[in-house]
C-alpha cells in the first residue's frame, strides 16, 4: 500500500540555524505531495505543496523540493526562528485515492534562542 | 476560511463506554475525514466522507463507526471504548482535487480509563 516514512522525530536547532526534513514515500499510483505543521494546542495547517511539474514549492520562507529518482521530498529553511518551533508532517496524496491523505510520522522541531 | 469545530473538547471514558465525536465544517466542503494522533504515528485516518450519507473505510477502522449526517455534520462512533483508542482526534475537511487543502478542526482529546 502507499506509505510515507520520517525518519527524523525530533530536530533540536538554534536560532539562525538551517532546517533539513526527509521524508520518503512509496506508492504506485501518482503522488502529489504536502508538508504540513501543527503549533501547539492546535490542529495542523497546510505549509506548502510541492507540484511535481516544477518539483519545488515555497512557503513563510520554507521550500519543499521532491526527487522522483529517489521517491523523497524535502523541507527546509535557511534561518529558523523560535516561532518556527512546531511539529512539521509530510504527506502524500494519490491520484484517485478520493482525495485521501497519508501522512509521515512528524518531526517534532524545537528552536532555541 | 474554512471553519471547522469538535466537540467535545476533552472527554473521559471507561472501558467499554459508548462515545460520539461531533465535526461541523461550515466552508460547503464535500470531504470530511476523522484522524487520530499518536506520538511515533502521526497522523492516521480512521474513516472519510465524500458526502451526505456517503462513509469510506480509512487505515485504522476497525473498533469506529462513522456518520455523515449533513454536509456539514460529521460523527465518529466508538460503541465499545478500549484504552487503545486513547488518542487525540482530528476532523478535517476539504474541496475535491488533487490541491485540495485539508482544514483541520482544533482536535478532542479522548481518555479511555
Known amino acids: 500500500g502507499d506509505s510515507v516514512i520520517q525518519m527524523q522525530g525530533q530536530v533540536t536547532l538554534s536560532e539562525n540555524d538551517f532546517l533539513f526534513i526527509n521524508c520518503t514515500y512509496s506508492?504506485?499510483?501518482?503522488?502529489?505531495l504536502f508538508w504540513y505543521v501543527q503549533y501547539s494546542g492546535e490542529g495542523p495547517q497546510l505549509l506548502l505543496q510541492v507540484t511535481t511539474a516544477n518539483n519545488k514549492g515555497s512557503s513563510r520562507g520554507f521550500e519543499a523540493t521532491y526527487d522522483k529518482g529517489t521517491t523523497s521530498f524535502h523541507l527546509q529553511k535557511t534561518s529558523v526562528q523560535e516561532i518556527d518551533s512546531a511539529v512539521y508532517y509530510c504527506a502524500m496524496r494519490v491520484s484517485g485515492s478520493f482525495n485521501k491523505l497519508t501522512f509521515g510520522a512528524g518531526t517534532r522541531l524545537a528552536v532555541c534562542p | 476560511e474554512a471553519a471547522v469545530t469538535q466537540s467535545p473538547r476533552n472527554k473521559v471514558t471507561v472501558t467499554g463506554g459508548n462515545v460520539t465525536l461531533s465535526c461541523r465544517q461550515t466552508n460547503s466542503h464535500n470531504y470530511m475525514y476523522w484522524y487520530r494522533q499518536d506520538t511515533g504515528h502521526g497522523l492516521r485516518l480512521i474513516h472519510y466522507?465524500?458526502?451526505?450519507?456517503?462513509?469510506q473505510i480509512g487505515d485504522v477502522p476497525d473498533g469506529y463507526k462513522a456518520t455523515r449526517t449533513t454536509q456539514e455534520d460529521f460523527f465518529l462512533l466508538l460503541e465499545l471504548a478500549s484504552p487503545s483508542q486513547t488518542s487525540l482526534y482530528f476532523c478535517?475537511?476539504?474541496?475535491?482535487?488533487?490541491?485540495?487543502?485539508?482544514?483541520f478542526g482544533p482536535g478532542t482529546r479522548l481518555t479511555v480509563l
Open positions: 478535517a475537511s476539504s474541496e475535491g482535487g488533487r490541491y485540495a487543502e485539508q482544514f
Open positions: 506508492t504506485t499510483g501518482y503522488p502529489t
Open positions: 466522507s465524500y458526502g451526505a450519507g456517503n462513509l
